[in-house]
């Protein structure tokens, strides 16, 4: 997975159980690491959307819109990216919600999930690429079952900020 089994630079055989792999061959150190990732809090009407896998892994589970950064992709830039790809809507940042570490599933490799919160500013909802189904929810009603690990956390934080005290210091800054 992450490891490698051969140097990428000069293709002599690693070590799988080295962190780093350092090559014998070219002396290269390749080093693990998480893959980054981001996401979108999306709200309207106090409900928040989240979209049905329509791929492996977690088919058919919850999850919010998101998904891997491109090469030299600002988080920002893909969440709004990924939003579009996944729920043909076009959002617009309010702010960085948190990051949660995770894996791709069963003993895949790690992820770093960087998530903002969005509201809609346009488009038409529809389901599409790794999405099958939309579907808005309240912080007292979010579905089962959920996708990667950590989507049950981020649900869980939203759900505490969503609280009514939460929601009145909000008010008194419109
Ligand atoms: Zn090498």
Known sequence: M??????????????LDEQPQVC??????HYEHSYPCAGALLVKNGQLLLVRRG????????????GFLEAGEHPEDGAVREVEEETGLKVRLRGFFGAYIDTYGQGGD???????????IGGE?????????LAWFPPDGLPEPLAFSHIRQVLEDWRASQS????SVESHRR
């Not at 791929?55 to 998101?66: A, F, N, Q, S, T």
């Not at 009514?164 to 929601?167: E, F, I, N, V």
């Open 24 to 29: 014998g061959g070219c002396g290269a150190e």
């Open 110 to 120: 790690y992820t770093l999930n960087l998530f903002y919160l969005a509201e809609p």
């Open 164 to 167: 009514p005290t939460m929601r």
């Open 55 to 66: 791929i492996e892994p977690y088919k058919g589970c919850w999850d919010i819109p998101g």
């Open 2 to 15: 992450a490891r490698f089994r051969f140097c990428p630079n000069c293709g002599v055989t690693l070590s």
């Open 125 to 133: 909802p529809r389901p599409a690429s790794d999405a099958q189904e």
